[in-house]
């Protein structure tokens, strides 16, 4: 079974610029969570979603950052526009909806953002 | 404010050692303590601990938690080079719909030879 997959792997913008990162979850998968993974502040969790639906977006930074998911299987995130302190290697994760083992989470790649 | 606090920071050991990995924390509602290990991409999976006292073992990993004194460690034995990799902490509490993750800054361990 393929993991979760995220899109792009690398992103290189100029600062103003709107950036769409993409993910995939784990088929199955009942909740899926945004982090972002900066030096200064390690993983932050910005935005989680349970059957589609967002539960806690305490995390995003502002409203430049919006996420979605319109299906079991494709979730966006999306920073309209970009600054350079953006910059960060943004997490997909996904859990499975099983009691305590929904704590289990489950790691993409990864998509690492320059934002210039 | 939860709090996940790892110590050290970062560790250099040779290899064949024995390192011991600390986390302490302070959440509202604890589920559950997991750890993950970080090399050069995603953060993966190594153990979830729920229950005080019972030691969780892979490998030459071992792991346990101290519900009453709000910490976990991680130990490593006969470290290899293999090891190298920032090692994280997180901590799920219970939300009502579904558990949050809050993870400590991580310890970066260094294996030489």
């Known amino acids: 079974d393929a993991g979760v997959i995220q899109s792009p792997r690398h992103e290189v913008t100029e600062m103003g610029q709107e950036v769409t990162l993409r993910c995939k979850p784990i088929?199955?998968?009942?909740?899926l969570f945004w982090y972002r993974q900066t030096m200064m502040r390690g993983l932050e969790l910005l935005i989680y979603f349970n059957n589609n639906v967002p539960i806690d977006d305490s995390g995003m930074p502002e409203d430049r950052f919006s996420a979605k998911m319109p299906n079991a299987s494709f979730s966006t995130l999306k920073i309209q526009p970009s600054e350079p302190r953006d910059s960060a290697v943004y997490f997909c994760a996904s859990s499975p909806d099983r009691g305590v083992s929904t704590d289990t989470q489950y790691f993409g790649p990864g998509t690492r953002l320059t934002v210039l | 404010e939860d709090k996940v606090v790892q110590s050290p920071l970062s560790l250099v050991v040779h290899e064949g050692d024995t390192v011991t990995l600390n986390c302490s924390y302070e959440?509202?509602?604890?589920?559950?303590l997991l750890w993950y290990k970080q090399e050069k991409k995603a953060p993966t999976f190594l153990f979830m601990l729920t229950s005080s006292g019972i030691e969780k073992k892979s490998g030459r990993l071992s792991s346990i938690l101290d519900k009453k004194e709000l910490f976990s460690i991680l130990n490593i034995t006969a470290t290899q080079t293999g090891d190298s990799a920032i090692y994280l902490c997180?901590?799920?509490?219970?939300?009502?719909?579904?558990?949050?993750?809050?993870f400590g800054t991580g310890t970066r361990l260094q294996v030489t030879l």
């Open positions: 959440v509202t509602n604890f589920r559950s």
């Open positions: 088929s199955g998968h009942d909740y």
């Open positions: 997180a901590v799920g509490e219970s939300t009502g719909t579904a558990s949050k993750l809050t």
